[in-house]
């Protein structure tokens, strides 16, 4: 009894030490904190070796660096000039197409991915399946496909330009699967067109050629898009809004576990 | 190549089989928290919490499925090792603002007894203080025997010492409590 009551003194005074209600450690600034601290740790370490090297070898090195460092830990940053919103009010234009699941579903989910981005192309490979079919299929989420295209991925934006133009045509789930599953074959080349064609119809693919060179609109439909992730402060590649009981959330895309056990407490009574 | 040009290597391309992002979002909240109650600031408390994740990414044998038993005693390790900086500068004041009490004199007893707990816990030895610490934070003895190291089946009886052992410091420190 004697230790009974000691011991809960004890559990009184380690509990004195809570925290302040309504603090919350916030997860997306630690990463971001982490990110700056490997990027200014890497650099460091980069100029001693570099300062042993020959001026030109080192210029060249940290040139590749600087580009190949915006792509890292699961996602692909949103350089600093791109999260501006442009003066010009919100593009109109929103693409149906892009919309999968019951209108009337409690959640909205709406990805942004870049095409050359490799971890959004895991998450499209991996994860957007499992979340298709557990939620988006039993009406339970609806999910919008929204592109974000990364200056540094030069092939980011004419692979939307193909998967839109797939998407006026009806053809756009086949589009994005086919345009994600081989990215490793057109991301040094570029050569979206000859993955693509294996996927669809040729009559289609003959249209889908010629929009792509020449309808300006599969441009506005990007560019709506962009607009919405600067309005949403997307900083990396995937990221997920979710959208539900009148909340707008924006996060790094999360492991399915993750995002299944969030999907599973908002949807809770 | 050595490890530290590995992980570089791997940061710059984002090429790892480690899932370090999934185990990151996991984790860190708690870890913070963790933190926040050892060293009371928790400004202070997110900076030691990326540390620590830090120190996890540079240490390829803390990968894998043990990667959270590996953060805790690493958290508070850091925390406790903050904890004793301040207490050497006896600075406590300053890092126990945080806390929100109705008025200066609930502010002030609120502030006064997490310094002395805090105090006390300083002084036990870490794996004490971190059984305390966890078990506060509502850790089962199974996971408390994951994060530390230790058999199951001791767990109950080294909580107990530790108590024990807190209770005992506390005294010394600071008179008789009251019950």
Known sequence: ?269 | MNAESRIADEIATGETSFDFEAVFHVHYERIARVIARVVGDPARAEELAVEIFWKLWRNPQAHGEKAGGWLYRAAVRIGLDELRRQARRERYEWLLGFVQARNPEEAHAANEEQAQVRRVLATLDSRQAGLLLLRADGLSYEDLAAALNLNPASVGTLISRAQQAFRKEYERTYGKRNR
């Open chain 1, 1 to 269: 009894m004697e230790n009974e009551i000691d011991n809960q003194w004890v559990e009184e005074r380690m509990a004195a030490l809570e925290p302040a209600g309504e603090w919350r450690p916030d997860a997306n600034r630690g990463l971001a904190r982490l990110r700056a601290r490997a990027g200014s740790r890497f650099t460091f370490e980069s100029r001693w070796v570099w300062s042993a090297a020959m001026a030109t070898a080192g210029l060249l090195a940290l040139l590749t660096l600087s580009a190949s460092s915006s792509c890292a830990w699961g996602a692909c940053l949103v350089p600093a000039n791109m999260r501006l919103l442009p003066a010009s009010a919100a593009p109109a234009h929103e693409a149906s197409f892009k919309i999968s699941g019951s209108p009337s579903a409690p959640i909205t989910i709406e990805i942004y991915s870049d095409y050359e981005c490799p971890f959004c192309a895991k998450y499209f490979n991996e994860t957007v399946p499992l979340l298709v079919a557990q939620y988006v299929v039993t009406g339970k989420v609806r999910l919008i496909h929204r592109d974000f295209p990364l200056p540094q991925h030069p092939w980011a934006k004419p692979a939307a330009r193909y998967a839109n133009a797939a998407g006026e045509l009806g053809y756009y789930d086949a589009a994005v699967n086919r345009i994600f599953r081989t990215q490793e074959a057109w991301r040094d080349n570029g050569n979206i067109d000859a993955e693509l064609m294996r996927a669809l119809p040729p009559d289609v693919m003959r249209k889908v050629r010629d929009m792509v060179q020449h309808d300006a609109k599969l441009d506005d439909t990007v560019a709506a898009d962009i607009w919405m992730a600067v309005k949403d402060h997307i900083n990396q590649t995937p990221s997920l809004v979710i959208d539900s009981k009148g909340r707008r959330e924006t996060l790094p895309a999360p492991p399915f576990t993750v995002l299944k056990s969030y999907i599973d407490q908002l949807l809770a009574p």
